[in-house]
């Protein structure tokens, strides 16, 4: 088994269950499955405490996990939680159902925008999403090797901060919502066919519908044409996303959003 430091409040919880690390996303964090619950290790942040916060708050809201134990120890955030049943909707056993993992996300999305907003207590409006991009840009955080095959290339933007100052001019009005902020198919989980949970909730608060439809639209894409993986499926109509929603797309809004995704 992985030798990995645990404190000892979270190690009394834990005892001695058997672990399997988690490969999947989770970049700069550390994920350590057990059978009924998760440990999540990753440098302290102010995101590492909206997760916390926006988990807490989510209780009895939404079908997301039930934080255990929170502590912070030399800059590291521990978060012991409940585990979600169910299997990430990228699965393969999801994904060769086209039609029905398209339906369950667009469920999962109603869901979301179902909470009530009114008490939130995170903003993540464009102001401040785009205050957040900026000191990014700023602190030289954005690679553009990390963008410039992507979204952001093909705009032909040559500095992150062109792309920073092309967003900032170019605001959509929003349509304002619970949103997840990271809606991709690794943190919606299902069981039977059915949503199961949420997970991931970072960067979750009050923000425009379109950005968590845009983040859904483009991680149907990436997984089921084969980016994180060589295994492509076929029969994804991804038009059938706006119809299980109802709504026209809107690529305008679209492209902001995957856009302003390429600065975090």
């Keep these: 088994m992985d030798t990995v430091y645990i404190p000892k409040p979270i190690l009394d919880l834990v005892r001695d269950q058997p672990f399997e690390l988690d490969s999947v996303g989770h970049s700069g964090s550390k994920i350590l499955l057990f059978s009924d619950k998760v440990l999540k290790i990753q440098p302290y942040s102010r995101d590492t405490v909206a997760e916390y916060e926006m988990m807490k708050w989510l209780e009895n809201k939404l079908p997301v996990p039930k934080c255990l134990y929170h502590l912070v120890e030399n800059d590291t955030d521990y978060l012991l939680m409940s585990r979600i049943a169910g299997k990430m909707s990228c699965d393969d056993e999801y994904m060769t159902d086209a039609q029905t993992v398209v339906k369950i996300l667009a469920d999962g999305l109603k869901r979301l925008w179902q ?134 797309p809107d690529w305008e809004k679209i492209n902001y959003y995957i856009l302003l995704d390429e600065l975090f």
Excluded: Q
């Excluded at 991009?133 to 990390?146: F, N, P, Q």
């Excluded at 960067?203 to 993986?229: E, M, P, Q």
């Design 115 to 248: 909470v009530d907003i009114k008490a939130c207590p995170m903003n993540r409006t464009l102001e401040s999403k785009l205050a957040e991009a900026k000191k990014r840009v700023d602190a030289g955080l954005c690679d553009i090797e990390d963008w410039k095959d992507s979204a952001g290339g093909a705009h032909g933007f040559n500095t992150p901060m062109e792309l920073y100052n092309w967003l900032s001019n170019n605001r959509p009005n929003e349509e304002l919502v619970f949103s997840h902020g990271d809606y991709c198919l690794p943190n919606i989980f299902v069981k039977e066919h059915e949503l199961s949970g949420f997970i991931d909730l970072g960067h979750s608060g009050v923000a425009d519908k379109w950005h968590d439809i845009a983040l859904c639209y483009r991680s149907l894409i990436h997984n089921s044409t084969g980016k994180f993986s060589e295994k492509t499926y076929d029969g994804f109509d991804l038009s059938l996303l706006f119809c299980e929603l109802g709504v026209e």
